[in-house]
């Protein structure tokens, strides 16, 4: 795990090593264990490559990045892991390439060389790198399929930059104003969207997709196209019996966490109580019988939702050491600023800061890498378990008595209900007409008071919710369809975002089990049913998968809860200091900050009830004074 950074400049700036310099310190928490840069003359121009490490696969100094191939062609720097690597050596040494480090890189870098981007989908591992091809002088970069590694950069006519984190490419941008993104803006205020495109809050700077890859030809920098590697088939291709398929889950998910416990430094795990922590924890027991095991959690403290019960249940259940970490109001108070910093853009919830507080923890205790759960939502129809989705499939496939039955039967878990069913169908179903219709008379405006919408129009933003369309080769597959979004696009990338941020702040590397392709393609290739069953049971097969590993009574859990803060009760507590951040909103020309502020007092004075819009406002406004943005 690391941090990388640079670019190309046909005419370099005069304080280029300075500038690269600037980002790299920006980095130096993502790799605080060793960092290099190279410069060469590249098609006229400049490039730089640079790069902090994270020691975990061989600290010794035969891992040092950015690393050349053996024939001087290619240079590579890396941030991410390839569980899989040690196969990929081994295929790769029969093919004649030789070795003289135990690191990924090195195998990545050999695997580059052979197969170019071809490679990508034979990766097993969490991945932002950058190839310099010295022989065609262009550069290629690539991100893992689900994008657990973040990439930013900006493209010009003459120049390309790039970095891990957006703060650091700005540095590489020095002298330039950053602009905000006022259709990213708007989306994010209103609708709650936000890194489910390839834009940035910030003007002219771009990620590059989950499971995309690009290359310049330096000598044509003038145009730049992401490519697609990789994204989810949503066809069912599997033919296995709900048994045979149990058994296939299990064995791949073993798998999974057995390559993810590869490390030459200490790990642990992340543990919320829910089934997705626990199948890892135990997991990690299953796989590793004698080994030593740490947990860290975060704790709701007089909270009656409190998972600790749970946390205790997996711990006393793999004889686990146990560590736990309590925030409360205060402490988010000293903490704010600097969360919403060091995440470089907005985000969705102060849940975002238990995360936080649960890597610091670990840190604490000497653990560089941590296993968790992120992910599992998304690849089993967890959730609310996709019921509009799943309804839609079945009157897709002509089974109308079975729609009345699912909604029935997924209406008795816990907060659920019968009519909650249907409105998730009319939501998955409706024409757009009527669906931007529903949304207007459910109170979720376009255009609520708050907002100046005049001064957006003009300035070209859609003031609309960017709904996805259905794909007819998805016909009778609508689950399959919304977890391949879900996973690439709308949910899961902004929540990785959170997670790459909050662990890399304390130099810790997050490792995701349920996100590799072997695993995705395994599970989008089952019948939906296998996922969500009949009774509305979400991760169906993943818990029939799990008996014997997982304790029964976590297994039959029907409620899901997670690193959930009591926001409300934490910002209320803040009420003064909260306010005078939202009276910047006057700095903001689209909104209207008499309104907010109007909003905000009656919310805080019971008259109003609380949602994530609250949040929305004060992350978003604070953001924009920090960011220095224009």
């Known amino acids: 795990m690391c941090g990388i950074t640079g670019g ?12 690269v310099a600037s980002a790299l310190h920006i980095l130096r928490l993502r790799g605080p264990n060793d960092r290099d840069c190279v410069f060469m003359e590249a098609a006229g121009g400049r490039l730089a490559l ?8 061989d600290l010794s100094e035969l891992a040092r990045q950015p690393m050349v191939s053996p024939c001087g062609r290619y240079h590579l720097i890396f941030n991410g892991e390839i569980y899989n690597y040690r196969e990929l050596r081994r295929e790769l040494q029969t093919l004649g390439y030789q070795f003289t480090s135990q690191s990924d890189t090195e195998v990545l870098l050999a695997a580059w060389q052979h197969w170019q981007h071809q490679c990508l989908t034979r990766l097993e591992g969490m991945f932002a790198f950058v190839v310099y091809d010295a022989l065609k002088r262009s550069l290629s970069a690539a991100r893992d399929a689900f994008g657990i590694k973040p990439f930013y950069y900006s493209h010009q006519y003459d120049r390309l930059l790039f970095a891990s984190e957006l703060p650091a490419l700005l540095a590489l941008r020095q002298g330039e104003s950053p602009h905000a993104n006022w259709q990213r803006s708007y989306d994010y205020l209103v609708h709650g ?13 771009y990620t590059l997709r989950p499971g995309h890859w690009f290359e310049l030809e330096l000598e044509r920098p003038a145009r730049i196209t992401q490519q697609c590697w990789w994204q989810p088939d949503t066809r069912q291709h599997a033919s296995l019996s709900f048994e045979q398929a149990t058994e296939a889950v299990r064995e791949q998910f073993l798998h999974s966490v057995e390559l993810h416990l590869r490390s030459d430094v200490p790990l642990g795990a992340t543990l919320s109580g829910g089934i997705d922590s626990s199948a890892i924890v135990c997991a990690m027991r299953h796989l590793q019988p004698d080994q030593p095991l740490h947990t860290f959690s975060y704790i709701a403290a007089d909270d009656p939702r409190s998972e600790e019960p749970w946390v205790d249940r997996i711990n006393s259940y793999v004889g686990a050491t146990a560590h736990k970490v309590v925030a409360n109001r205060s402490e988010l108070a000293d903490d704010l600023e600097h969360l919403i910093s060091l995440q470089g853009e907005p985000f969705m919830s102060t849940s975002a800061y238990a995360q936080y507080r649960v890597y610091k923890l670990a840190r604490e205790h000497g653990i560089t890498v941590t296993l968790e759960g992120q992910g599992a939502d998304e690849l089993l129809a967890g959730y609310a378990g996709f019921p509009g989705e799943r309804m839609l499939s079945m009157l897709e496939q002509g089974q109308l008595l079975d729609v009345q039955r699912f909604a029935y039967h997924w209406s008795r878990w816990p907060g659920r209900s019968y009519g909650r069913a249907w409105q998730y169908l009319a939501a998955a179903a ?42 007819p080769e998805a016909h009778g597959r ?13 949910f899961l990338p902004g929540y990785l975002r959170e997670g790459d941020r909050n662990s890399m702040q304390f130099s810790v590397e997050s490792r995701l089990p349920f996100l590799t392709l072997p695993m995705a393609q395994l599970l989008m290739s089952l019948p939906e049913h296998y996922l969500i069953s009949p009774r509305g049971e979400t991760k169906h097969i993943f818990r029939a998968a799990m008996q014997g590993i997982i304790p029964d009574d976590v297994l039959e859990r029907r409620d899901k809860i997670g690193f959930e803060t009591p926001e409300f009760a934490w910002l209320q507590g803040m009420t003064p200091t909260v306010r005078g951040w939202l009276a910047h909103a006057e700095n903001i020309p689209f909104l209207d900050h008499q309104q907010v502020l109007r909003q905000f007092d009656a919310v805080m004075a019971g008259q109003r009830p609380c949602s994530s819009q609250l949040w929305r406002w004060i992350n978003f406004i604070k953001w924009h004074e920090m960011s220095g943005v224009q």
Do not use: C, K
């Open 193 to 205: 969207d936000y890194d489910n495109t390839e834009q940035t809050f910030i003007e002219d700077i």
């Open 430 to 471: 409706l024409p757009d007409r009527l669906f931007h219709l529903a949304r207007r008379y459910s109170g979720r405006s376009p255009t609520p008071p708050w907002l100046r919408p005049d001064i957006l129009r003009e300035a070209n933003v859609d003031l609309r919710y960017s709904r996805y369309r259905r794909s």
């Open 8 to 19: 190309w400049w046909s005419a370099p700036p005069l304080d280029l090593e300075r500038r």
């Open 478 to 490: 609508r689950v399959m369809e919304s977890m391949a979004q879900a996973l690439q696009q709308r």
């Open 50 to 57: 640079a790069h902090t490490r994270l020691s975990i696969i």
